[in-house]
């Protein structure tokens, strides 16, 4: 993926669910239609949804990706061999064991044979069924190497990928992305995408959402700013390789299973592209935290950085939320949050610093 450095300088386009576009050629995208007989450069014209066409126009979100070669020319999925074994995508009772007893689990160690980031994935809870397209889950993963000459796409929903240990080098069909812990990175449903670990080593959380994508929470009596800032959403530029890649393979996950397809082409061969469902990170650092200046703890919630909604009004899906460094200053107050039994389910992860050791 090129010399060490090439990450470091690039660039990136600022803003959430813009309407936004890139080209890696000058003129690769066509004007004033978006399917057009003969696309500049010859390219293919193909377009890549994140919700139905019919979506009301402010939560509507697709893409126009302008390719070297169609990506549906491949040949048919097969299940993989060896199968991962160690995602889930349904969760009933059959095959979880769960339980109601709060549990708590040590960093887990990294594996010392070569592991990339698909197989060193595997999930840790989660709630209802990507065949549903309702629920949730919660995966994590340790790896070592580089995924080659492959690239992975989730049908099952979108990934909140969130680093511990090690940065993560992720090619997307849209561009590049850096994403080092203490940001967050976000790719949609069905996009493919490769990861290249240039620390070795590494290890993170995976929030998986199925028929729901993130958004920014409302800020109510707040008002116009604060938490996580529009702007500092970072969505890629186009940036693409062309020339045969012979065995090539797309990791496809469905229903939690994994299924492969050969090609002869890498799937990063979008010379331009535009739309508002697009690949994207976050440095949670740029979170502008609130919180009491007089009496209590203020609810979590006030800590969201995205939601993922369902249909009822104030419930979501999954809430991301980001516990930062802040000053917490009160009046006769309870120093530690107060104890509580919530009807909705936390899974805590830590990033760095020591948990529960502020006092
Ligand atoms: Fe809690």
Redesign the pocket.
């Known amino acids: 993926m090129g010399d060490e450095n090439s990450l470091e300088e690039l660039s990136y386009q600022s803003g959430y669910g813009n309407s936004f576009s890139s080209e890696a050629l000058a003129g690769a995208l066509p004007h004033g239609q978006n399917s057009p007989l003969l696309c500049p450069y010859s390219l293919y014209a193909e377009q890549i949804s994140g919700t139905s066409f019919t979506s009301p126009r402010k939560l509507n979100l697709r893409s126009w990706l302008y390719r070297i070669k169609p990506s549906v020319t491949h040949e048919p999925f097969k299940p993989r061999v060896p199968s991962h074994g160690k995602l889930l995508s349904e969760f009933d009772r059959s095959n979880s064991s769960a339980t109601p007893t709060q549990l708590r689990w040590k960093p887990v160690e990294i594996p010392d044979s070569p592991t990339d980031f698909v197989d060193g994935l595997f999930t840790v809870c989660g709630a209802g069924s990507s065949f549903l397209r309702h629920g949730f889950a919660v995966h994590m993963y340790t790896a070592n190497k580089s995924m080659d000459n492959c690239a992975f796409c989730n049908a099952d929903g979108d990934f909140l990928i969130v680093p511990q240990k090690g940065r993560l080098w992720i090619t997307t069909e849209c561009g590049k992305l850096q994403v080092s812990p203490g940001e967050v990175a976000i790719l949609p449903q069905g996009f493919r995408f490769a990861v290249d670990l240039p620390d070795g080593p590494s290890r993170g959380y995976v929030a998986e959402i199925f028929g729901a994508h993130f958004q920014l929470p409302d800020l109510g009596p707040i008002g116009a700013n604060g938490l996580a800032a529009p702007r500092d959403f970072l969505a890629p530029t186009a940036w693409f390789e062309d020339g045969r890649r012979p065995g090539y393979t797309i990791v496809q996950k469905f229903g939690g299973e994994l299924f492969t397809a050969k090609q002869d082409f890498s799937p990063f061969n979008v010379v331009a592209w535009h739309g508002n469902h697009v690949p994207y990170k976050y440095d949670l650092s740029k979170f502008c935290p609130y919180n009491t200046v007089l009496v209590d703890h203020s609810d979590?919630s006030i800590n969201t950085v995205l939601t993922a909604p369902t249909d009822k009004p104030g419930v979501a899906l999954l809430d991301f939320v980001v516990f930062p460094p802040r000053w917490l200053v009160a009046e006769h107050t309870f120093r530690p949050?107060y104890y509580?039994r919530?009807c909705m389910s936390?899974f805590m992860g830590l990033i760095y610093g020591g948990y529960e050791v502020h006092f």
């Open positions: 979590p949050p509580h919530n936390e």
